[in-house]
């Protein structure tokens, strides 16, 4: 067995990197935002303007738009078919070479658009999966209920490890997926069907699995009505939630705090404390939130970006306090009645007594 040494978090002062998911559907500003953000991250990990941004490109060059705004994009036509003329798809091993060439050529920040191809492309999972599964039925379509989760144990092992790739790269990797429109419920104004990949409250459904969108850092779904904006906050951890206000675009500033924060000279472990720091208010109710708020004007700036969340809780704890004072003994007869059958002592009755009065007292 080899040697197995766990190492004091002092003597680790690696940076961190950071793996952030945007997903939208057309006209949300993904491309540009992620550009903006990696030129942000990329100075940080360099210290200079003008770093390298590694961009690999599936939508027929389309991040060649943005190449005048951009000039330090360097840039990798990723196709589906090779210089021969070959099909070869986007199958989960030639995203793999991608992120190794990237590390190889020392990329700060490298951005991966779409990857939805990897997911529903040609040769992607969904592809691979109705591939394997025409092989091992050999074209009995009666026999791919049955056979349908073995095509999936062929197929989600080399997914996985492109996923596992992506979560241990040492480059920071910004992903782009698309996004569907969903079917909602009329009456509820929730989604009409859940997945894994869908929260009831968000219209949209990313193209990509939802094992993806839970191994970023951070992964959010940007909406037509606010380009660029984190309006759907599907997996933000407190240090960034004051960062990415669903009412504010991302940009260069939002990747420049990401990156310090990875480097561990960022702000966002104090946000994250006063963020911690209103909840503990809000569990006292709406009152002593209402002071605090008063009281705390830039904490409160920052508590805005969980304002539902700490109305809820103020809202709860109000309920529980009324709960916890309403008398249990309400619906006894009075104290001069006696309609159990039994008879008390005098001293029975004012021990009896004596005990509702502390019980109401200490509510």
């Not at 680790?12 to 903006?36: C, F, Q, R, V």
């Not at 095509?151 to 790269?169: C, F, G, S």
Request: net charge negative.
């Amino acid at each position: 067995m080899g040697m197995i040494r766990f190492i004091p978090v002092t003597e680790i002062n690696d940076p961190l990197t950071l793996s952030i998911g945007l997903s939208g559907g057309s006209g949300t500003g993904k491309t540009y935002t992620a550009l903006l953000m990696a030129r942000g991250i990329a100075e940080v990990v360099t210290g200079k303007a003008g770093a390298p941004i590694g961009y690999v490109d599936t939508e027929n060059r389309r991040a060649l738009h943005y190449k005048s705004a951009f000039p330090e994009m360097m840039h990798f036509d990723f196709t589906a078919v090779d210089d021969k003329g070959n099909v070869v798809g986007f199958g989960p091993e030639r995203w793999i070479e991608v992120i190794d060439a990237a590390e190889a050529a020392g990329l700060p920040v490298l951005i991966l658009d779409s990857f939805s191809h990897a997911w529903e492309g040609v040769g992607g999972v969904l592809d691979l999966h109705a591939t394997t599964l025409d092989r091992l039925t050999r074209g009995d379509d009666s026999k791919k209920d049955a056979r349908s989760q073995l095509a999936w144990a062929e197929v989600k092992p080399r997914y996985r490890r492109l996923i596992d790739r992506i979560v241990r790269a040492k480059t920071n990797i910004i992903i782009c997926t698309r996004a569907k429109p969903v079917m909602q419920d009329f009456k509820t104004k929730q989604n009409a069907r859940n997945t894994k990949t869908r929260r009831a409250d968000v219209p949209w459904d990313p193209a990509s699995d939802g094992d993806l969108m839970f191994e970023m850092t951070t992964m959010v779904i940007l909406d037509p009505s606010a380009p660029g904006c984190p309006v759907h906050r599907i997996k933000v951890a407190d240090q960034f939630k004051a960062l990415l206000d669903p009412r504010r675009p991302m940009g260069a500033e939002t990747g420049r705090a990401m990156a310090e924060w990875a480097k561990g000279q960022g702000d966002a472990q104090e946000q994250k404390k006063v963020l911690d720091e209103a909840r503990d208010q809000a569990r006292q109710g709406r009152a002593a939130m209402r002071k605090w708020w008063g009281e705390n004007p830039q904490k409160a700036t920052i508590a805005k970006t969980i304002l539902t969340e700490l109305q809820d809780m103020a809202d709860e704890a109000d309920r529980d306090a009324q709960a916890s004072n309403d008398d249990p003994f309400a619906d006894l007869p009075p104290a001069d009645q006696d309609n159990t059958g039994d008879s008390m002592t005098p001293e029975q009755r004012a021990e009896y007594e004596a005990a509702i009065a502390n019980m109401r007292e200490s509510a």
